[in-house]
Every structure is written in C-alpha cells, then in structure tokens.
C-alpha cells in the first residue's frame, strides 16, 4: 500500500514508488537521489516532526514534510 514518506516513523524502511511533485520540486527530489525503487530508511526526526533525516545510497538527507509530501513510498518489512 502507498503512502507519503511523512507517515514513516523512526526506523521504517521504505521504497520510493512514485513522485507526485512537479517542476522544479520534482527536479531537485530526483537530483538528491530520490527517484522511484531507491529504498530508503528514516534514521530520526526534529522534536516538531520537521524536518526528516533519511538514510539512503550510503548517506543521510534531510527533508522538510512539505518535501516529504510528495514522495509515495510502499513499507518494506524489517527483517
């Protein structure tokens, strides 16, 4: 089942499905690194939930929600 990236908690591993961005948006998320079958885990979070840090392709990134918002992922299960 898809969901946005702000829904992972801590810890969760993901796949990127899809990017609902547009634009520029869309060109800066896929110059990061964050295009469709990348896996991705969410290593922390700010007290207030803004921004998230990501572990992916051997180094962390950190995103804002409204960011975050815009990448469909699948759970992956953690083993």
Do not use: C, W, Y
Not at 15 to 30: K, P, V, Y
Not at 36 to 54: F, M, N, S, Y
């Amino acid at each position: 089942m898809e969901s946005s990236l702000r829904t992972l908690n801590v810890n969760e591993k993901a796949r990127i499905t899809q990017l609902s961005a547009s634009g520029e948006m869309a060109r800066r998320l896929r110059d990061m690194g964050l295009t469709p079958g990348t896996e991705i885990e969410v290593t922390g979070r700010a007290p207030l939930k803004d921004p998230v840090a990501l572990r992916l392709r051997d180094f962390t990134l950190t995103l804002r929600n409204n960011e975050a918002d815009h990448i469909l992922v699948e759970r992956l299960e953690n083993i």
